[in-house]
């Protein structure tokens, strides 16, 4: 028997959500505005300057458009967040929005010097302009058809997500004084794949790996896009999007647009851009391919003696932790907490680094905090709480910290906390517009530090912290600084200068470079006659040491570290955006009742049985969220329409809605009949995280109040309750470790959640609980198990069944008064293909799963039980399809050990398993 099971089929299929937050701060916030033609800055009062300089840096991109993609001009509304510590921007369709996350990260050779909502800036405004010129021809058709979300759809589809972010790196670039285009991190990526000689197929670099290292859309974006302006003038691309979104060519519009207007096939395009990136390599007589099998990242490794080193370390398959090697043998210390950031510091046994921690209810209010790890003891403690710290160093007695402090104005100081109570001692705020970063101890009184000035450039500084003298070791200059090492009166760090990121040294008042080579050397460590660092490889951030002896030590003088050297032209390159001066722009108060129903969006949606057609609507902030809707039930044969909405701007989320539903065709006793309802509810959501130490951990309350009208509409069949009021009740707590990039599931891990339905006019109710459990095995398998409990007592059709019956069975619609499931699970990887076609579908990974279920049902008088069991083996495909959006489809095959439920007798069912959704959250 074969069947096919639709979980959740979405006609319409692209549209990427994941960056917005519902409801993720506090009523108590205040909002300024600046609101011109041209955009309107919703901002914090603590964020005014950066607001200021980001609607300067908007309206000069505007009126200069570089690099011109057309002259359409809508304006957009940003919002800057100055309360997380996850660095991040985006703009949206659906509703038109952006939003800013203004505290960066503290990795400058990965993201750069230039001023971080500077960057934002330059970047989320191009993905503006990016959509502001592609709403024309069908898209503009599928605009109009299904509202923002349908832009996005059409865009989706003929404009690669490569594209967007490459043409928003190369404007960064060149734009500005850096750009990440300008990053050897950036090009180290691309460089180690040339290296080692690796030849992808277009469609493994276009959708990346679970196996293979594979840089990203943003850097193979980058590469072609630079490289279409410059062998083909400022104009190509713009007319290229221009006839790709327009649908010039409904088969492959953007391939067919880069032939047109490069005059070569879009494979010849895009392997004369691989070799116009690999012009500048030059053979590395001394690279060696790493031999492991699974990308593995080393970060910041410290000699603790001389034959062993400390080092965090994570891969594709286990998650970041503590290792000390010895003699060559590894040895695990603990797992690291969750964390914004790979830095730690190491010394007399004690390891110091930050921990992610968020704010109960708000999520876009979260905390970095210092802590401690004994590595003897393996016991750790949080050394501060609710802070936004940085980069802490131990002090060489251990009795202090000194680390970077970030304020919601995004304004950073240095501090020395005391190492057992976590009392501030001494704060050094940086001047305004300067960015303090990596500092690290000399000696007990003397510090070293980088600062970065408001023009973007970096400069390196010594500090006494007993009389505040100052020195600067190292003038500014626009090349990258970053994770200074001190071992004895030597300064080890990484910089630029050379256009690869490589490792120097401060020694007696000279400066010299340690490593050459075409990919990235980082977080260095050092012992008195040996060196540590992790080199860019395409297997990863590999480990690496030489004894001192063997480093050339080869003396650059301090003009040649601030000497800015490109590796790569960068095609276009115009004025400095970043240099427009900050104009004094109107502040004005934002209500948040602002434009509360603001309607962007509407699209079917099919979830078997039912068919919805929805209208959306979202406020600029994201509190208010509301939907009208008509809905048809293919079982019922019955029409409904209504209306839900939830208010996320409260502690508690208030959820209401109504519908009516019409020719409802149900059974009772046995007899068909034909019903209309009408339902009204009114509710609250409390929505809780408490994300910390090793573990996300996400807890959830609800209840609604629900009136319920029925009306027979069969002759002869009156329902002597036609009134039916019920309270609806549900929790859920889940707790789980973070996933790798292999792991199928978490390594450890459950979830728990449970609801209660009552009648108010008769005592008839209905229980669900449901959980699963997470266990580790070998490698990256997977023990699943789970279980799910349906108890009720109700007065006729009430409630709907929402048992999960054991795979293969239907849902049979019992009358059964009690039920419960329990399933074990199996989960493993079979292959890592990276293989597709025709740009359509890529798969990445193939899976598979041995199951056995079991449930039993009651009878409604808890006097009889019956069985149903199955096993079998599911197969699933993950894969990526327009080279963009993640699906995983899947084949399932279930042996039926209860014969009395199984269809015509038949045992063996075969079933296909589709998208929960192919939209992603």
């Known amino acids: 028997m074969i069947r096919i099971q639709v979980l959740a089929l979405i006609l319409l299929s692209y549209i990427s959500l994941q960056a917005q937050q519902f409801g993720a701060f506090p009523p108590s916030v205040k909002w300024k505005q600046i609101s011109t033609d041209t955009a309107r800055i919703i901002f914090q009062p603590q964020a005014k300057a950066q607001a200021q300089s980001i609607a300067a840096i908007i309206h000069q991109l505007a009126a200069q458009q570089p690099n011109p993609l057309g002259d359409r001009l809508r304006k957009i509304n940003i919002i800057l967040h100055s309360n997380t510590t996850l660095a991040n921007g985006y703009v949206g369709l659906g509703p038109y929005r952006s939003e800013f996350y203004l505290v960066p990260s503290s990795n400058t050779v990965e993201m750069g010097n230039l001023p971080w909502h500077e960057h934002l800036a330059v970047h989320e405004y191009r993905h503006v302009q990016q959509y502001n010129?592609?709403?024309?021809?069908?898209?503009?058709?599928?605009?109009?058809?299904?509202?923002?979300?349908?832009?996005?759809?059409?865009?989706?589809?003929?404009?690669?997500?490569?594209?967007?972010?490459?043409?928003?790196?190369?404007?960064?670039?060149?734009?500005?004084?850096?750009?990440?285009?300008?990053?050897?991190?950036?090009?180290?990526?691309?460089?180690?794949?040339?290296?080692?000689?690796?030849?992808?197929?277009?469609?493994?670099?276009?959708?990346?790996?679970?196996?293979?290292?594979?840089?990203?859309?943003?850097?193979?974006?980058?590469?072609?896009?630079?490289?279409?302006?410059?062998?083909?003038?400022?104009?190509?691309?713009?007319?290229?999007?221009?006839?790709?979104a327009s649908f010039k060519g409904l088969a492959y519009p953007f391939r067919q647009a880069i032939q047109k207007h490069a005059g070569v096939s879009y494979r010849s395009f895009i392997k004369d851009a691989l070799q116009h990136s690999q012009q500048t390599l030059q053979p590395d007589k001394g690279y060696t391919t790493p031999k492991d099998k699974t990308v593995t990242n080393y970060y910041f490794p410290q000699f603790i003696s001389p034959d062993s080193i400390i080092y965090l370390k994570e891969s594709y398959r286990s998650l970041p932790a503590f290792y000390v090697r010895t003699q060559g043998e590894e040895h695990k210390i603990k797992l690291r907490s969750i964390s914004t950031e790979d830095w730690f510091s190491y010394r007399n046994g004690v390891i110091a680094y930050t921990a992610f921690a968020t704010d109960a209810r708000w999520e876009l209010i979260d905390y970095s905090d210092i802590v401690l790890l004994d590595i003897q003891s393996k016991r750790e403690r949080r050394l501060t709480s609710k802070g936004k710290y940085y980069t802490p160093d131990i002090s060489p007695s251990g009795k202090n910290i000194v680390t970077i402090s970030v304020n919601d104005s995004t304004q950073t100081e240095l501090q020395l906390l005391d190492a057992v109570t976590g009392q501030v001692h001494k704060k050094v705020p940086a001047p305004k517009g300067t960015y303090f970063l990596h500092p690290r101890f000399l000696?007990?009184?003397?510090?070293?530090?980088?600062?970065?000035?408001?023009?973007?450039?970096?400069?390196?500084?010594?500090?006494?912290?007993?009389?505040?003298?100052?020195?600067?070791?190292?003038?500014?200059?626009?090349?990258?600084?970053?994770?200074?090492?001190?071992?004895?009166?030597?300064?080890?760090?990484?910089?630029?200068?050379?256009?690869?990121?490589?490792?120097?040294?401060?020694?007696?008042?000279?400066?010299y470079q340690l490593t050459s080579g075409q990919t990235g050397h980082y977080y260095v460590g050092a012992s008195a006659d040996s060196l540590a660092w992790a080199s860019f490889t395409a297997k990863g951030l590999r480990l690496q040491t030489a004894s001192m002896k063997t480093l050339p030590w080869t003396e650059v003088t301090p003009a040649t570290l601030r000497r800015p050297v490109t590796s790569y032209d960068v095609a276009t390159v115009s004025s400095n955006v970043l240099a427009t001066p900050t104009r004094d722009f109107p502040v004005a108060r934002y209500a948040k009742s602002t434009r509360l129903l603001n309607i962007h969006s509407w699209r079917p949606y099919y979830e078997d049985p039912e068919f919805t057609f929805s209208i959306f609507s979202?406020?600029?902030?994201?509190?208010?969220?509301?939907?009208?809707?008509?809905?048809?039930?293919?079982?019922?044969?019955?029409?409904?329409?209504?209306?839900?909405?939830?208010?996320?701007?409260?502690?508690?989320?208030?959820?209401?809605?109504?519908?009516?539903?019409?020719?409802?065709?149900?059974?009772?006793?046995?007899?068909?009949?034909?019903?209309?309802?009408?339902?009204?509810?009114?509710?609250?959501?409390?929505?809780?995280?408490?994300?910390?130490?090793?573990?996300?951990?996400?807890?959830?309350?609800?209840?609604?109040?629900v009136w319920?009208?029925?009306?027979?509409?069969?002759?002869?069949?009156?329902?002597?309750?036609?009134?039916?009021?019920?309270?609806?009740?549900?929790?859920?707590?889940?707790?789980?470790?973070?996933?790798?990039?292999?792991?199928?599931?978490?390594?450890?891990?459950?979830?728990?959640?449970?609801?209660?339905?009552?009648?108010?006019?008769?005592?008839?109710?209905?229980?669900?609980?449901?959980?699963?459990?997470?266990?580790?095995?070998?490698?990256?398998?997977?023990?699943?198990?789970?279980g799910n409990l349906q108890q009720r007592n109700e007065k006729g059709v009430f409630f709907s069944d929402m048992f999960p019956y054991s795979r293969g069975y239907n849902d049979f619609g019992l009358d059964s008064a009690k039920m419960y499931r329990a399933s074990a699970n199996y989960h493993f990887p079979i292959a890592y293909p990276d293989w597709g076609f025709g740009g359509l579908i890529y798969f990445q990974r193939i899976r598979g799963n041995a199951f056995y279920d079991f449930s039993e049902v009651y009878s409604r008088d808890n006097k009889q039980s019956a069985y149903m069991q199955s096993t079998g083996?599911?197969?699933?495909?993950?894969?990526?399809?327009?080279?963009?959006?993640?699906?995983?489809?899947?084949?399932?095959?279930?042996?039926?050990?209860?014969?009395?439920?199984?269809?015509?007798?038949?045992?063996?069912?075969?079933?296909?398993?589709?998208?929960?959704?192919?939209?992603?959250?």
Do not use: C
């Not at 990526?880 to 063996?908: C, E, H, M």
């Open 133 to 244: 010129n592609m709403n024309k021809g069908l898209a503009k058709a599928f605009r109009l058809i299904f509202g923002e979300e349908g832009q996005a759809i059409a865009n989706g589809i003929t404009i690669p997500n490569w594209f967007f972010e490459g043409d928003a790196v190369h404007t960064e670039t060149a734009n500005t004084p850096q750009g990440r285009g300008r990053l050897p991190y950036f090009l180290s990526g691309y460089n180690s794949v040339f290296l080692e000689g690796k030849q992808y197929r277009l469609m493994k670099m276009l959708n990346g790996s679970l196996k293979d290292y594979v840089p990203n859309h943003y850097n193979f974006g980058y590469m072609a896009v630079n490289y279409g302006y410059e062998k083909y003038g400022s104009d190509f691309w713009g007319k290229v999007i221009n006839d790709a």
């Open 443 to 511: 000696d007990d009184e003397n510090i070293i530090f980088i600062e970065r000035a408001p023009d973007g450039s970096m400069s390196l500084h010594k500090r006494n912290l007993v009389n505040g003298n100052s020195e600067t070791l190292l003038e500014a200059g626009y090349n990258t600084l970053g994770h200074p090492f001190v071992q004895g009166e030597t300064i080890y760090f990484t910089s630029s200068a050379s256009g690869n990121d490589d490792l120097y040294a401060l020694r007696d008042g000279k400066f």
């Open 618 to 705: 979202n406020n600029i902030l994201n509190t208010l969220s509301s939907e009208l809707f008509y809905r048809y039930n293919q079982n019922e044969e019955s029409h409904g329409v209504g209306v839900n909405a939830i208010y996320g701007g409260w502690f508690p989320q208030i959820t209401t809605g109504a519908e009516y539903t019409y020719d409802r065709h149900v059974y009772a006793n046995r007899r068909l009949i034909l019903i209309d309802q009408f339902e009204a509810r009114a509710g609250y959501f409390i929505p809780l995280n408490f994300s910390k130490g090793r573990t996300y951990k996400y807890f959830g309350i609800g209840s609604n109040f």
């Open 708 to 786: 319920r009208q029925l009306e027979s509409k069969t002759k002869g069949i009156e329902l002597a309750d036609g009134t039916q009021p019920y309270i609806h009740n549900y929790i859920s707590f889940t707790q789980q470790l973070p996933k790798t990039r292999q792991h199928i599931y978490p390594k450890l891990g459950y979830s728990l959640s449970a609801a209660h339905r009552q009648q108010l006019d008769y005592n008839g109710y209905q229980v669900n609980v449901n959980g699963q459990v997470y266990l580790p095995s070998f490698g990256n398998h997977s023990i699943v198990l789970s």
């Open 873 to 921: 083996a599911e197969l699933f495909f993950d894969a990526k399809v327009w080279n963009q959006l993640p699906v995983t489809i899947g084949v399932r095959y279930s042996y039926l050990l209860d014969q009395q439920f199984a269809v015509n007798g038949n045992r063996n069912v075969w079933e296909v398993v589709l998208p929960v959704s192919l939209i992603p959250n």
